[in-house]
């Protein structure tokens, strides 16, 4: 008997599902518009929010706009600069280094869906009559550009205060209703008390906000989201960007017709999830004094991405929102070097072990990439990347507390 002739080898990952993209925009769709293009931005360029959150477990007592100043000679992408302003975001993402690059492959291989789950979130969470305007945000309702398919209306969600932001935490099964998919709960982490005075670890978010300290950050927007909605792209404003940044380099972002671009050379190594992306950005060569510097030349020892290179114990979530034991993913090695990645930082809600967020750094691009499908083969037919068969097993607790 012949047998039946195998199918086309797989070019790699498949695209995120919109369950998918939904359960890793959960935590940060109901952030104010400008708040969040800036932390969709940073998630693209993973090992620096790792350097600017260590910068900012460092200089606890710079705040706000004096702490995006204090970093503008720092060699990181203008929106990971920014977030400096907001240690309330900046700590988890560096905390959940995982959830933190899976949405930035999101939202660079998918980005108009990316800003569409954004906008079914928050059309849940006002239908359930948890997402307002008071004195924290103004929240408000307008019909959908021309030409878009998703929804008739869009939510917008701006600071109440121009010049004061606040940044909400909130438990997206509460604030959302009840979630429908289970096979994809929606990544969770409790509030950092230290942002979120009044909240202590092991409290409930019973009424699904909290808003913490307001923040006289205006100086830390460089960007909106006016034509996130419609056309899928985020805005730049090069005289702001220039103000953060004293690298900005105006000219990509206005040749872009002031469209926001990623910047290969701030990937600083880490390898993209899938040819696709890394072949549209294969172009952009990464500056080799960079990242020299980020990989400590000079010195005897390789990268190691572990529990050193996040910005510290304090700032960790919970001990019940790290990741299950067996969900523990072993070290990738890409050529010399051994690239950790620390167990908080591990797969949680729904993918198990997930692959090492920083697979192929210290390598040349090509040979990064190909290590991380040669390993992304070899855990899919063990078996590694399949779900833990329970939702929220690790990582950041989906489901209800």
């Known amino acids: 008997m012949t047998p039946a002739p195998s199918g086309p080898a797989s070019s790699g990952p498949a695209p995120f599902k919109p369950e998918e993209i939904e359960a890793l925009v959960a935590p940060i769709a109901l952030y104010p518009d400008s708040v969040l293009a800036q932390v969709l931005m940073a998630s693209t360029y993973p090992l620096e929010i790792v350097y600017a959150a260590r910068w900012v477990k460092a200089n606890p007592n710079v705040k706000g706009e004096a702490a995006v100043k204090a970093v503008e000679n720092q060699p990181w992408d203008t929106s990971v600069k920014s977030l400096v302003a907001?240690?309330?975001?900046?700590?988890?993402?560096?905390?959940?280094?995982?959830?933190?690059?899976?949405?930035?492959?999101?939202?660079?291989?998918?980005?108009?869906?990316?800003?569409?789950?954004?906008?079914?979130?928050?059309?849940?969470?006002?239908?359930?009559?948890?997402?307002?305007?008071?004195?924290?945000?103004?929240?408000?309702?307008?019909?959908?550009?021309?030409?878009?398919?998703?929804?008739?209306?869009?939510?917008?969600?701006?600071?109440?205060?121009?010049?004061?932001?606040?940044?909400?935490?909130?438990?997206?099964?509460?604030?959302?209703?009840?979630?429908?998919?289970?096979?994809?709960?929606?990544?969770?982490?409790?509030?950092?008390?230290?942002?979120?005075?009044?909240?202590?670890?092991?409290?409930?978010?019973?009424?699904?906000?909290?808003?913490?300290?307001?923040?006289a950050a205006a100086g830390a927007i460089f960007s909106d989201c006016n034509s996130c909605w419609g056309g899928g792209d985020v805005n730049i404003n090069v005289d702001k960007a220039a103000n953060i940044n004293r690298n900005f380099d105006r000219s990509k972002v206005q040749g872009q017709g002031g469209r926001w671009q990623h910047d290969a050379s701030h990937r600083q190594g880490v390898a993209y999830r899938d040819n696709a992306t890394r072949d549209k950005f294969a172009g952009q060569s990464p500056r080799a004094g960079t990242r020299d510097q980020y990989r400590g030349r000079g010195t005897d020892t390789g990268t190691r991405l572990g529990a050193n290179d996040r910005a510290g114990a304090g700032n960790r979530a919970a001990t019940a929102d790290r990741s299950a034991g067996a969900n523990r993913s072993t070290p990738n090695r890409a050529?010399?070097?051994?690239?950790?990645?620390?167990?908080?930082?591990r797969g949680g809600g729904y993918s198990g072990g997930r692959d090492n967020a920083f697979n192929g750094v210290g390598t040349s691009g090509g040979s990064a990439q190909r290590n991380f499908d040669r390993g992304r083969s070899s855990m899919q037919g063990s078996g590694f990347n399949r779900p833990s068969g329970r939702a929220g097993g690790g990582g950041f607790r989906g489901g209800r507390r």
């Open 335 to 345: 050529g010399g070097d051994v690239n950790r990645v620390s167990s908080n930082n």
């Open 86 to 215: 907001f240690p309330q975001i900046l700590e988890p993402m560096s905390d959940k280094l995982d959830w933190a690059q899976r949405l930035g492959d999101a939202f660079l291989a998918q980005q108009k869906e990316v800003f569409a789950a954004v906008q079914r979130l928050r059309a849940r969470a006002k239908d359930s009559g948890n997402l307002k305007s008071n004195e924290q945000q103004n929240v408000i309702v307008e019909p959908a550009p021309a030409g878009s398919q998703t929804t008739s209306t869009i939510v917008r969600i701006e600071p109440a205060n121009p010049e004061v932001i606040y940044v909400p935490a909130y438990n997206p099964t509460v604030v959302y209703g009840a979630w429908s998919y289970p096979a994809y709960p929606p990544y969770y982490w409790p509030p950092y008390p230290a942002y979120y005075p009044g909240y202590y670890p092991g409290a409930a978010l019973a009424t699904g906000f909290a808003f913490g300290i307001g923040i």
